[in-house]
């Protein structure tokens, strides 16, 4: 089970930091996906880090502006999100796959990012 938390309203140009927390699987055996979702569109993928953390992806949109990391120790992923802009805002979720750009295996529940003055 995954279980996102950290989301919130910030002001454009700001910074949130998510967090993905896995129970019941350790996440040390799987590449961690960020994706998300913004009202009336599709979800599409954020970002992604594979199990040793030496390869990571970015989408256009977001590259220079967030960073994606985990602690495997804590059985934990991170989105640190920088300058912030309205167009980021959605659902975001994380996601667990085999390694980057294989098929999601498990989903978590997402949480709410807001990017408004």
């Known amino acids: 089970q995954l279980v996102e938390s950290g989301g919130g309203l910030v002001q454009p140009g700001g910074s949130l930091k998510i967090s993905c927390q896995a129970s019941?699987?350790?996440?040390?055996?799987?590449?961690i996906n960020w994706f998300r979702q913004a009202p009336g569109k599709e979800r599409e993928g954020v970002s992604c880090?594979?199990?040793?953390?030496?390869?990571?992806s970015y989408a256009d949109s977001v590259k220079g502006r967030f960073t994606i990391s985990r602690d495997n120790a804590n059985n934990s992923g991170y989105l640190q999100m920088d300058s912030l802009k309205p167009e980021d805002t959605g659902v975001y979720y994380c996601?667990?796959?085999?390694?980057?750009?294989?098929?999601?295996?498990?989903w978590g529940q997402g949480t709410g990012v807001t990017v408004s003055s």
């Open positions: 880090i594979n199990q040793s953390t030496r390869f990571t």
């Open positions: 996601a667990t796959s085999s390694y980057c750009d294989a098929p999601i295996d498990v």
């Open positions: 019941g699987e350790r996440l040390l055996f799987y590449a």
